[in-house]
């Protein structure tokens, strides 16, 4: 259960140490040069199909990294886990509802933009990704993780609206809502319909 979380957080840690020290030339309190943006929070998640649905409530974790091609718009790569714990199998197929040794994830990696609104750092992000959803049941006696189900690759979106206040000439703090939105097809090629909406915590180094 917590294999895909723990990769995404390492995912994360890595991308963030590879940060260019060379975008310190930045002007103070403005959006240009390199451009850096993590959030973690909270949402509710539904997935879709003809045999089942499964949903429940767990961690988002987002990290973009790319680069303002102008005052109010920056560019970037952008890399996702949405996290559920516990989910809600209906019908229950071969889960039990609610089984706390089970988890359902979704993988996100794409590339989108942000459109900040100057006098009031109030910004808008839309990402387009390549989406992957997996489901996981953890063993109890040895604490291993077996992947039960992995869907193909598939095509989703996210839109996150948020602002943030500047805490230092190039941090800013501050919070979001978000939604994402995708449709994949596993092997069997029954198409998920999934959806997210959360609330983040957001920093952003520009």
Not at 103 to 132: K, P
Request: aromatic share 10%.
């Amino acid at each position: 259960m917590r294999t895909a979380l723990s990769r995404s957080i390492t995912h994360l840690a890595l991308a963030t140490l590879a940060c260019p020290a060379v975008a310190a030339a930045s002007e103070a309190e403005t959006h240009d040069g390199f451009f850096a943006h993590a959030s973690v929070g909270y949402g509710h998640t539904v997935m879709t199909s003809t045999p089942l649905r499964i949903e429940g409530d767990g961690a988002l974790i987002n990290l973009q990294a790319g680069a303002s091609v102008s005052e109010n718009l920056s560019i970037f790569g952008h890399i996702s886990q949405t996290q559920i714990f516990a989910p809600t199998f209906r019908p229950n197929g071969a889960f039990q509802d609610d089984d706390q040794d089970v988890s359902a994830s979704i993988g996100a990696y794409g590339a989108g933009v942000t459109w900040y609104h100057l006098e009031t750092n109030l910004y808008l992000s839309v990402v387009a990704a390549l989406v992957r959803a997996s489901i996981e049941e953890q063993d109890r006696q040895d604490d291993s993780v077996d992947t039960r189900f992995r869907t193909d690759l598939g095509f989703g979106g996210l839109v996150t609206f948020g602002k943030e206040w500047w805490v230092d000439d190039e941090w800013g703090i501050g919070g979001a809502a978000t939604a994402q939105f995708s449709r994949i097809a596993d092997q069997d090629q029954v198409t998920w319909h999934n959806g997210t909406f959360g609330v983040l915590f957001s920093a952003t180094w520009n």
